[in-house]
């Protein structure tokens, strides 16, 4: 982002209509301007500017770093554009994170001026982590905001407008340290301290007495630091009363349980992020203050709250919570820091999520789902996908192609698949690094496009890589040596899959057996009655198990298939059965296949009692890491509803299948 010209702003420059405090989301914010073309909302950043006075003095403050990050999200966004003519949010180019920095009077004349602020600021969003500044410290932007959407740190009850402002967490520089925390152990280790307080500057002489009386009587429990160490230069340093050092602001929020969040002259302060960065549990004693999303964020599961009047029963309340409840909010402590707090693209990005659910509530998400984890208890994948937003995404499936130098074999498949008339896109995962893919000339002529991906090392688990290049929800991997399905074999597949979208669906189906003679697992390729494996060397699944695959899934899995280079398939069954509950189901009644599931491994195939075996101690593998057999056991397939009857050609709509 550029500099941008020079604007004078002249003394006698309308102010523009004051904050308006009974503003709604529905009498205040114009939602006929949002286009309902992919529900999504559409935001304009103006362009930089330097705001001058008449003397040539700066009126405008210069951009901090969070305020480019800021911008630079919003632009890297799916909701950015660059024509205001089709934009239903506007965002001023001007730093308000912070209202110490900025000039009242000249700034409100500023935003008054905007080409699209029509005097009222309908339709603006305006970010501030810091409102009010010495004396008043006000609770809101202190400035001529209108109808304005503000999301600010720091509301009260009286300031916040519920279904218009936005309550957003104060951004905490040492947000950029999370990444040096060793989660394992922020989630078990025995924590020195039940409760500590590690702020300065508390506001209120009652309150502080009441912590001086606690710390006296739970000395080894209560850790009571709230004054800078004035011989120490390091701004983390935090000392007793008496001045004494005794830790730093971090290490005491690693070794507390509960972190107790006292009100100061602001309402909204980083300690919130930092406490939830390092799971612990806040426990905010600050009756007005509107907590970040509140709207979004069950706090009743991350932090505790009671009235500041209950201060001297502090460590009767703190407890009588039990270890478990302790364990669980700790927890979630550090899942709501990761997701809502960690950044300001996380920050930004929550806000303008929670915006375009308020224009477009048919596509909103649950508060259930905004809280919950993935792969929680009862966790199904498709619940973070909500169903109303599937015809956001291009319909059709994206064929991925696993190959290393079949050049003829995956020529071949390439050419059947795009007869399927669901096929939207083709993508080759091209694993052979010493050998470049054939030059474009050479590649197939077909109606859809088709995109090579040449990976950096030769691993399995490459073909389940969540490509941004996938637009559609349903993938079909295919193996590039699978030159006998039909296009109506395909095509049939892909419409059972958009009605069982959660399982695996596909072709060459497999069975896993108790031996009892081994008291061990046995994969089995026999026909037999019932299948609890479909191999991913020609099958459909959902797109969001690439990513539980690639991020989710117990990395000593993903080591072992890229080891061996085998099993990728079997491992993809495992997750999905054991997220689901659910089997795979078999499509159409062809068997014979040349072995989908070894393309990569010919020695395997040539030996049918080795490639078994190998097989048989992945199966064993996985069972034992994931501590139970997830695979579940289906008896049925699916065929078209015409399948075998005696008619015309011209009245069943899949003709071409029923080979084996």
Not at 9 to 34: A, I, M, Q
Not at 343 to 362: A, D, G, Y
Not at 421 to 440: A, R, T
Not at 589 to 610: G, H, N, Y
Request: net charge negative.
């Amino acid at each position: 982002v550029s500099e941008g010209v020079e604007t004078v702003v002249d003394d006698d420059s309308p102010l523009g209509v004051e904050f308006r405090e009974s503003c709604t989301h529905y009498d205040c914010f114009n939602f006929y301007e949002c286009s309902a073309d992919k529900e999504l909302i559409k935001v304009y950043i103006y362009p930089v500017k330097r705001y001058v006075d008449k003397s040539g003095v700066l009126v405008s403050s210069p951009f901090t770093h969070e305020f480019w990050q800021l911008l630079e999200t919003i632009s890297n966004s799916e909701y950015f554009v660059e024509d205001p003519k089709d934009a239903c949010i506007f965002i001023p180019s001007i730093d308000l994170l912070s209202q110490h920095y900025v000039r009242q009077k000249e700034t409100s004349q500023i935003l008054a001026s905007l080409p699209f602020w029509n005097t009222n600021g309908s339709n603006h969003l305006l970010f501030n982590f810091i409102p009010g500044s010495f004396p008043d410290y006000k609770r809101r932007l202190d400035l001529n905001t209108g109808h304005a959407i503000v999301a600010g740190g720091g509301f009260d009850t009286w300031t916040y407008r519920p279904t218009l402002d936005i309550s957003i967490p104060v951004y905490s520089p040492l947000s950029e340290l999370s990444s040096a925390r060793n989660i394992e152990q922020l989630l078990q280790a025995k924590r020195t301290w039940l409760v500590s307080t590690v702020q300065l500057n508390l506001v209120d002489v009652k309150t502080k007495d009441f912590l001086y009386q606690l710390n006296e009587e739970y000395p080894n429990d209560f850790l009571l630091l709230g004054t800078n160490c004035f011989f120490n230069n390091n701004s983390l340093a935090r000392c007793d009363r008496n001045s004494k050092y005794v830790a730093d602001h971090l290490s005491v929020l690693n070794d507390s349980t509960f972190c107790l969040i006292l009100r100061t002259a602001y309402l909204a302060q980083p300690l919130l992020s930092d406490a939830l960065m390092y799971g612990c549990i806040p426990v905010i004693a600050i009756d007005d203050y509107v907590l970040p999303f509140e709207t979004k964020i069950d706090w009743k599961r991350v932090a505790i709250r009671i009235h500041e009047h209950s201060i001297p029963n502090l460590m009767d309340i703190l407890k009588s919570v039990s270890e478990e409840k302790i364990m669980q909010m700790r927890d979630h402590s550090i899942f709501i820091f990761e997701k809502y707090f960690s950044s300001i693209k996380t920050i930004v990005l929550t806000t303008l999520q929670i915006i375009n659910e308020r224009i477009f509530p048919n596509i909103a998400t649950s508060k259930e789902e905004w809280n919950k984890k993935l792969l929680e208890d009862s966790y199904n994948p498709l619940s973070l996908i909500n169903p109303k937003l599937y015809s956001r995404l291009p319909q059709g499936f994206t064929a991925v192609i696993l190959t290393y130098d079949r050049v003829d074999s995956l020529f071949e498949v390439i050419h059947r698949i795009v007869q399927a008339p669901s096929c939207v896109k083709v993508l080759v995962i091209w694993n052979n690094q010493k050998k470049k893919p054939p030059p474009p000339e050479k590649w197939p002529k077909v109606n859809v496009p088709v995109k090579v991906l040449q990976t950096d090392y030769n691993k399995l688990s490459n073909r389940f890589y969540p490509f941004s290049d996938i637009e559609t929800e349903g993938i079909l991997a295919i193996d590039d040596d699978i030159i006998m399905l039909t296009a109506d074999e395909l095509e049939f597949g892909f419409q059972v899959w958009k009605e069982f979208s959660d399982r695996i669906i596909g072709f060459p189906s497999r069975v896993h057996r108790w031996d009892n003679s081994t008291h061990k697992w046995r994969y089995e390729s026999e026909w037999t009655n019932d299948a609890s494996m479909v191999l991913t060397g020609a099958a459909f699944y959902h797109k969001f198990y690439n990513y539980l695959y690639s991020f989710e899934m117990p990395q000593t899995i993903k080591t072992w298939v890229d080891e061996q280079m085998n099993c990728e398939d079997i491992a993809m069954n495992f997750l999905v059965s054991n997220i689901t509950g659910k089997a795979p189901i078999k499509v159409t009644p062809r068997k014979k296949f040349r072995c989908p599931e070894c393309t990569t491994v010919e020695t395997l195939s040539a030996d049918v009692v080795r490639h078994l075996n190998a097989r048989s101690e992945c199966i064993n593998k996985f069972a034992s890491i994931y501590g139970s057999m997830p695979l579940k056991m289906i008896e049925f397939r699916a065929d078209p509803v015409l399948y075998r009857d005696s008619l015309p050609e011209k009245l069943k709509k899949y003709n071409h299948i029923g080979s084996l």
